[in-house]
Structure formats: C-alpha cells, structure tokens
C-alpha cells in the first residue's frame, strides 16, 4: 500500500509540475548535436562549421512553407553560432565568426520576409544558396589563413 501512494504523490508531483514542451531542432547543418566539434584545431572547427553550412543544399523544398521551415532551421542555427563559446577560436577568429553569423542571419531574416510577403519561393531559394555558398566559402577560407 505504501508503494502505491508513492507512485501517487510523484504522478501528481509531475502533473502540478509539467515540464514545457522542448522545442524541435532541426537535426542538420549547425542544429545538430555535434556541430560544434572539441578538442580540435581553429582550422578543423572551422571546417566543420563550413561544412555545417553546407548541409543547406541536401534538401530542396518543394514548396513556399517547406522553405520557410528549411530557413527558419538554419536562421536558428545561425543563433547557435552566436550565442556559443568556439573555444577551439582565438578572440580575433571568434570575433570575426560572430560578426559574420550576425551577418549571414540578418540576411535569411530578409529572405523569410521576402517569401511571407509572397515572393517567388524560386527566387528565394537561389539567394539563400547564394548567402550559403558565401558563408561556406569564408568559413574555408578563414580556416586556411
């Protein structure tokens, strides 16, 4: 009896305190679990973030709302860079790969906004592989200097 008026008090323990719901994560590009690698060279992590970047082009959406969930996945990605330590970094490489994300996002906000105001989903899709391909492109080069 004992044991069941334990089991009793925790289930409404759990239920006076739910815990909120965890929002999904897309699970490519920089919103996977390992995307930020240790225990690596600022070259490597570099390389690895570009290469994060780079996942963008396995998927094409078909359609105006699968793009803008594809957006939204690496705009949040791109909150992640942001907002994490890049220990592998130097302050000067860290500071540079801030500024840039706060960049690279500020750029797939426009292109959201763009496609909710009704802009053409293909016309969207070629400036966001064109923000990619850039942002690969200074990730490598940043990582070969």
Request: proline content about 6%; aromatic content about 6%.
């Amino acid at each position: 009896m004992t044991v069941a008026a334990v089991v009793l008090v925790m289930l409404g323990v759990q239920h006076m305190n739910p815990q909120p719901p965890q929002p999904m994560r897309a699970a490519w590009g920089w919103n996977r679990a390992d995307a930020l690698p240790s225990g690596v060279t600022a070259s490597a992590y570099l390389e690895a973030l570009a290469q994060g970047g780079e996942q963008w082009f396995n998927k094409r959406p078909p359609d105006a709302a699968s793009l803008a969930q594809r957006i939204g996945e690496i705009r949040q990605g791109c909150s992640g860079l942001i907002l994490a330590e890049h220990q592998p970094l130097s302050t000067a490489d860290r500071q540079w790969l801030i500024g840039k994300c706060r960049e690279w996002a500020a750029k797939f906000d426009e292109q959201l906004v763009a496609l909710e105001a009704g802009g053409d989903p293909q016309d969207v899709l070629a400036a966001m592989d064109a923000t990619v391909s850039k942002l690969v492109q200074a990730l490598r080069e940043r990582a070969a200097s």
